[in-house]
T-cell receptor, first 115, second 113 residues
Framework: DAGVTQSPTHLIKTRGQQVTLRCSPI?????VSWYQQVLGQGPQFIFQ???????GRGNFPDRFSARQFPNYSSELNVNALLLGDSALYLC??????????????FGNGTRLTVT | GESVGLHLPTLSVQEGDNSIINCAYS??????FIWYKQESGKGPQFIID?????DKRQGQRVTVLLNKTVKHLSLQIAATQPGDSAVYFC????????????FGGGTRVLVKP
């Protein structure tokens, strides 16, 4: 079975630009979450979506937004990119809204470099 | 804010020996814990989880221990292999808070042949 898939794998953008990252969850999973992982640190929670509704938001500015589509895939958008947005962006999926009996499974991420 | 932390940033272990990775958490409301393994260039890979109503859980070559009294979590890897070389993260979740995970900074495990 296919795992969580993310595209693109790598991306280089200039400060001030906008970026859209895409994620397809594991088949049957209805929840998608986004995490930012800065080099040398653990992932930081950005958003959770379940059944196309936002169910949680981390401590990130309004420049970060996301949405979930009827097929449960998701997009993460970041506007007005800053150098500090350079990171690995991870998408994760799970079956339900919570984690009991359904751990979070991660994709391999999109490496975003802002120059 | 409260977050999950780790005691040892790097652990070197001889192939065949057992590894123990420690983690301290500070949020007493956390009721679910997960260990992830992350290899270079890949996303975190689920290893094992444990709920707060358990003290110990075993998987294939791995055991997670939870001590709620001192808010401590550990991952034991038996007969460590070269393929176990990676960064290991513990993460905590509050069940009523959806599936948000709070991660620690990670421990790098280096397996020496």
């Amino acid at each position: 079975d296919a795992g969580v898939t993310q595209s693109p794998t790598h991306l280089i953008k200039t400060r001030g630009q906008q970026v859209t990252l895409r994620c397809s969850p594991i088949s049957g999973h209805k929840s998608v979450s986004w995490y930012q992982q800065v080099l040398g640190q653990g992932p930081q929670f950005i958003f959770q979506y379940y059944e196309k509704e936002e169910r949680g938001r981390g401590n990130f500015p309004d420049r970060f937004s996301a949405r979930q589509f009827p097929n449960y895939s998701s997009e993460l958008n970041v506007n007005a990119l800053l150098l500090g947005d350079s990171a690995l962006y991870l998408c994760a999926s799970s079956q339900g809204q919570g984690l009991y009996n359904s751990p979070l499974h991660f994709g391999n991420g999109t490496r975003l470099t802002v120059t | 804010g409260e977050s999950v932390g780790l005691h040892l940033p790097t652990l070197s272990v001889q192939e065949g020996d057992n590894s123990i990775i420690n983690c301290a958490y500070s949020n007493s409301a956390s009721d679910y814990f997960i260990w992830y393994k992350q290899e270079s260039g890949k996303g975190p890979q689920f290893i094992i989880d444990i709920r707060s109503n358990m003290d110990k859980r075993q998987g294939q070559r791995v055991t997670v221990l939870l001590n709620k009294t001192v808010k401590h979590l550990s991952l034991q890897i038996a007969a460590t292999q070269p393929g176990d070389s990676a960064v290991y993260f513990c993460a905590e979740n509050i069940g009523r808070g959806g599936n948000k995970l709070t991660f620690g900074g990670g421990t790098r495990v280096l397996v020496k042949p």
